[in-house]
């Protein structure tokens, strides 16, 4: 059987384990129905998840040997973390949709959000303390670096002055550190140690660059259900509007008095956002992603070999491939 068709098997396991943890459970007497279920169901199922923290899980699996019925808990409890942290930034946020649905915060409230994102995080890491306690305790970690990465992010709402490492510090803590553990987890399974460096640094870094691309993709447009220049309304540092308020001091005073205001129109968020993509901060930031893709892929080391490894750094690549035709694909 080759690479993908095993992909594709594994990620319809991890579907189907995902369908079955997430069944209503005892919501007490009287009550039909498990809201909190039903909310989850929603962000998880069928939403047009790329399942891209599974399918990082089942490639560095690949890579040292690890048998893939013994990875589909590990990708279903970095699904779950994940998710939770969508539904947990979705109330921060207020956001209204996700993947071109609903938020559930939209849809049921803050509170079945907040407390959905609750249960099943703590159903993740339930299943995950019956695999390997060691993976527990580094999932534990992970949870507590991404609300850390979480609430540094809210802090830096307005804040044209942050640092680039500090901003780093945050695209890491939120992305980063999940698409490491993946990585962790196989290689502690696999018991290999050098694995477990190397793929987090792996995740650590290629997390970042996803991070970048997002924030590349803001600017563009070209981000499938996410109105464009939403970090500019939203007054969210991100790569490309930081590197331009550097270069272009008329520019951040512009921002940053359309930022003192409590909305900003969507006539002024255009204004900006093409002024910020004219300062040529795409470019520069995506010069700063592959640099963090490289260091991925550097990292790696010689783990790249394997057939499982060799897609990792065909996946990485991919994404600088694609990042650079959007570029193109604007300046035509």
Known sequence: MDLARELTDFLGAVEQRLGSTLVDGDAGPDVKGDTLMEAARHLCLGSGSKRARPMLARLFGGAVGVP??????????????????????????????????????????????????????????????QLDARLTRSALSVVSEMTRAAIAEVEARGDLDLPLNRLRFIAEGKTGSLFGWCGNAAATLAEHPEAVERFDGFGRHLGVAFQIADDIRDILGTDVGKPRYADVHSRTPSMPI???????????????DAWAFSAITPDRTKEIGAAIE???????????????????????????????????????????????????????
């Open 242 to 256: 930081l590197l331009a308020v550097a270069k272009d001091e008329s520019l951040r005073r512009k921002l940053k």
């Open 68 to 129: 893939a019925e013994r990875l589909v808990d590990v990708a279903v409890a970095a699904e779950l973390i994940h998710s939770a942290s969508l539904l947990h930034d979705d109330v921060v946020d207020a956001g209204m949709f996700r993947r071109g649905r609903p938020t559930v915060n939209a849809r049921w409230g803050n509170i079945v959000a907040v407390m959905s994102g609750d249960l099943i995080l703590s159903t993740g890491l339930f299943q995950l303390s």
């Open 278 to 332: 004219a300062t040529g901060a795409v470019d520069a930031s995506m010069a700063r992603m592959n640099v963090e893709i490289e260091a991925a892929l550097d990292k790696l080391g010689h783990f790249a070999k394997e057939p499982a490894g060799a897609e990792l750094v065909s996946w990485a690549r991919k994404l600088s491939a694609g990042i650079a035709e959007q570029v193109q694909g604007r300046a035509a």
